[in-house]
């Protein structure tokens, strides 16, 4: 009865990470929904919707002792004001590449993301790699490389991307929240500054809320929803599925991204970026063997493993 529960469960555990990463996977298809309102403006909507709808659900669940606890340390709540500045920068760069059509390159940065990470820790937290982990690496510079040659610049949107989320899991692991309950507390801090540039916005005549009919104005509302639904599908993932699996599934949305950009919204590809792309995927497979590999060893092996196959509820896309 017991194998046949877990079972049970790991199977609905697999289902809310392939819903998770599939719906981060296909945001690039709602966001354009959301013009003519602008990549600020849609940003600034994301923020106050999400602080409703996660604030509802936690009233519904009656879940908010630990906001007591966060209010009374102030390390954790610079952390935290440190984390929605982050994820602002993410959020707002990610609305605008989408819809700016630079799909596929937002779809790189998160494909580099574990490879920053990675570099990150080695920085930050003076984490010591394998070999194969540092081959990885070294092949993720050589793909930026060859992009940066291809576009005649480096390409700034995937390593923005990359950058602020690889911080703010960084960041998020310090704080050590829940998915909704993190959402929760940095919506909160995003909430004034975003509701104040919306009345600022609808003041001068710039606003399309109430300007662009009522099923623009659902839409704009439906944003907390987009943000709130897969981190909660993560949640439940999180808890029944093993870590080096949540690995795999992560690289679903992305995968999905770049699939959109280059089918649904005919982005082009010259070789130059499949060159790019071709790099950043075998520096995944490399990454991703060597994890699998040492996530069968015995515990003391692990730490570094963590850092490559970590999945911060990614908030982002």
Known sequence: MVAGTSKSEGRIGLLNGFAAYGMWGLVPLFWPLLKPAGATEILAHRMVWSLAFVGVALLVVRRWAWAGELLRQPRRLALV????????????????????????????GYFINPLVTIAMGVLILKERLRPA????????????????????????????LAFSFATYGLVKK??????????????????????????????????TFATEGTGHAALLASTGVVTALPLVCFGAAAIRVPLSTLGLLQYLAPVFQFLLGVVYFDEAMPPERWAGFGLVWLALV???????????????HVEVTEASMATPAPADA
Request: net charge positive; glycine share 8%.
């Open 81 to 108: 004001v440190v984390a929605a500045a982050v994820i602002t920068v993410n959020w707002g760069v990610y609305i605008w590449a989408v819809n700016s059509g630079h799909v596929v390159e937002a779809s790189l």
């Open 286 to 300: 490399l990454l991703t063997a060597d994890a699998w590999r040492f996530a069968r060893r015995p515990k003391r």
């Open 174 to 207: 310090k704080v050590n929240l829940g998915g909704v309950e993190s959402l929760t507390a940095e919506t909160a801090v995003q909430f004034l500054p975003a509701l104040a540039y919306l009345i600022w916005l609808s003041a001068h005549g710039h606003a």
């Open 133 to 160: 982990q540092w081959v990885a690496v070294g092949v993720g510079f050589a793909a930026v490389l060859v992009l940066t040659i291809g576009y005649g610049h480096p390409p700034w949107i995937s390593l923005c």
